[in-house]
């Protein structure tokens, strides 16, 4: 499949654009179903319909966006190098659901982009290769922008070291991503279906997201034999459950009061104390019954249970 890229010239700011008029970079791990990848197909096409609220944020999240501009000036100090315009939003010509954001560009002396500036933060010491999902994002971004190469700069928390990984724009990857993507817009979100159901966190999300109502039966006869494969994985998961305990309770035995267990003379298991402050609901309320009640929130959640006999 051909594709004709919009220039950059004509792209928008990042900040004024809904997130779900268009499937990004953000989104085409999870599309793609990649290992790692924060959301699911499902969870995706839920919040492209408007079926659940948009992802909230969390503080790993906020983490990231704090260093994002200490991340940038980190690498333009390093490399030795400007970046011109930062959080510029571009859609495709051909797709007007296919986009993306970048948090920065590059640009040469003729006033062409020539260079994408992704940035992150980690939390593992180095890598020894990119993590695919992150390869898929750096992807989709060129191609979108049709900019044959990208730096994507990671802050490496533990040690506050700073490595940039140059990735070079592959034809193929953004062929095959984009296919996905067309067919995933067209039958999951244009349409009432949904994607098949999984185990990611992020559709067992947006599945407590429906709200039930009170009362309501549905007959769910051909589903007779999933719950008892429900009830068999329940036993098994129970059975695995166990033996980690068990095993872990061996090591637990062997450190005693020690924090750290070494095996040639280096760490293998710790044991640490930690200490943690919470509030006791239950005598606030016995003695400031009010104050309890000014900072009261009512949820509601759904309970899943196996109802039938056992």
């Not at 501009?69 to 390093?78: D, F």
Request: aromatic share 8%.
């Amino acid at each position: 499949m051909s594709t004709t890229i919009q220039p950059v010239d004509n792209c928008g700011i990042a900040s004024a654009v809904d997130r779900a008029s268009y499937l990004g970079s953000a989104d085409i791990a999870s599309i793609c179903a990649i290992p790692g990848a924060f959301d699911s197909p499902y969870g995706v096409a839920a919040r492209k319909k408007g079926l659940v609220s948009p992802v909230e944020m969390n503080e790993a999240m906020e983490i990231g966006i704090a260093l994002e501009s200490y991340v940038l000036s980190r690498y333009q100090r390093e490399e030795g190098v400007k970046i011109h315009r930062t959080q510029v939003f571009c859609r495709h010509p051909d797709y007007s659901y296919v986009g993306c954001t970048v948090d920065g560009l590059i640009f040469d002396g003729n006033g062409d982009a020539i260079r994408i500036v992704e940035a992150k933060t980690s939390g593992d010491f180095k890598w020894d290769e990119i993590p695919l999902k992150y390869e898929c994002q750096v992807q989709w971004q060129m191609g979108v922008m049709g900019i044959d190469e990208a730096d994507l700069t990671v802050l490496h928390l533990p040690n506050k070291t700073m490595k940039t990984y140059r990735i070079k724009y592959s034809p193929l990857v953004f062929e095959s991503m984009l296919d996905k993507a067309i067919e995933f817009w067209l039958y999951y979100v244009n349409r009432p279906a949904m994607p098949p159901i999984d185990g990611h966190h992020a559709t067992t999300d947006a599945l407590k997201a429906i709200v039930g109502r009170a009362g309501k039966e549905t007959h769910i006869d051909h589903l007779a034999e999933t719950i008892e494969e429900l009830k068999a994985a329940k036993i098994e998961a129970k059975i695995v459950d166990d033996r980690v305990e068990a095993i872990t309770n061996r090591l637990r035995e062997a450190l005693g009061d020690a924090e750290t267990g070494l095996i040639d003379g280096k760490s293998a298991i710790s044991w640490k104390t930690s200490r943690t402050t919470r509030l006791d609901s239950k005598r606030l309320k016995t003695e400031q019954p009010e104050t309890y009640e000014q900072f009261s929130t009512t949820t509601e959640s759904r309970t899943f249970r196996i109802t039938g006999s056992k």
